[in-house]
């Protein structure tokens, strides 16, 4: 019997890893420098248990995609012992390119998503690893001849998905999102290499849809956590202003590397190796010691908006069903210009409009295919009960210092 790691996970209990490349991975200080990054960013603001990280969040994927794969493979589907630890190593790294605070500055720092950071980081580690990565690669790049395999790493019903709604939950303490992530998993068969859920499963996932819906609403775009999250927007969009203008803005080697970032497309890629390392060095602490920093900043609206992020002095932020109107804009930059008068240019940045949406579910991607007890296979969308929402929900907002209206 091969000897296993187990770690003790406050949602599903002791997870074990077998010793091996599974847990040489997460050794690895690319994967150990998610311990320093948040699942759920500023949502502690909020929601104060919410401290939980993305190193969490990847060992209990890879805890339900073991459950995913070992219920498969009872139900006859063709999975080899390669392809389980390939599907695995896949969900294990899925997140490994997630930079400080995850969502919140992905596009911020860099310009590139956190999927391709992902993969960029696999190849790495497959060379360091001699190839022993390049199923799980293709895997994760939907490449891989078994698309069931992709899908529970990326799809309507993956692994990603099933584990941060159970563990945002659990640590926000919203309940309505908890769903039924046990039944649902042994609900999954394959089908015409198509991954499915059995009929009787189907109350199940229309539970994960609406908890999926509820938490988006209710923790992910709640109008505080929002609020933090466009500051914090705002204030690395002003510290790499001033460093682009060659002022002196203090932090730390790798931060200080991506404030004087700009590049793109064929530079971008020259400088793959460079920016790697840098990123593989940041965290959420160099964030917040250069917000620490910036508190004392000449620069007034650098020290203003560090200040209030740091100090929980947060923006006002409202929803709104129409777009702003010019009229509204031109009434609330007049006050703040009266309110911030010392401060040159406070509207740009002291004014945040934008709009978020979310559907319950999406019917332009893979559906999810129920499996009926006669073995025909019907999209979700035409057999629920339910009248599932396919369209858009739209919310425009307006955020700024609070008692300027």
Known sequence: MSKKKIFNDPVYGFISVPYGILFQLIEHPI??????IKQLSLTHYVYPGALHTRFHHALGALHLMRQAIRTLQEKGVDISDEEAEAVQIAILLHDVGHGPFSHTLEHTLINVTHEELSTWFMEQLNEEFEGALSMAISIFQNQYHKHFLHQLVSGQLDMDRMDYLTRDSFFTGVYEGVIGYDRIIKMLSVKDDELVVEEKGIYSIEKFLIARRLMYWQVYLHKTV???????????QRAKTLARAGEAVEAS?????????DLEGEDLLKERHTLLQHFASLDDFDVVAALKAWQHSEDE????????????????????????TALQLAALQKELQEKFAYIEDADKYFLIKGKETNRTYSTAKEEIKILLKNEEVQPLSKISDYEIQNRIVAKNFLCYPKKVT
């Open 31 to 36: 994967f150990q420098r998610l311990r320093r």
């Open 226 to 236: 929002l609020s933090a999250e466009q500051m914090l927007v705002r204030t690395l």
């Open 253 to 261: 080697k790798s931060l200080h590397y991506f404030l004087h970032f």
């Open 301 to 324: 609206i650098l020290s203003y908006l560090a200040t209030s992020l740091i100090n929980r002095r947060l923006f006002k932020l409202v929803f709104q069903k129409e777009a702003p």
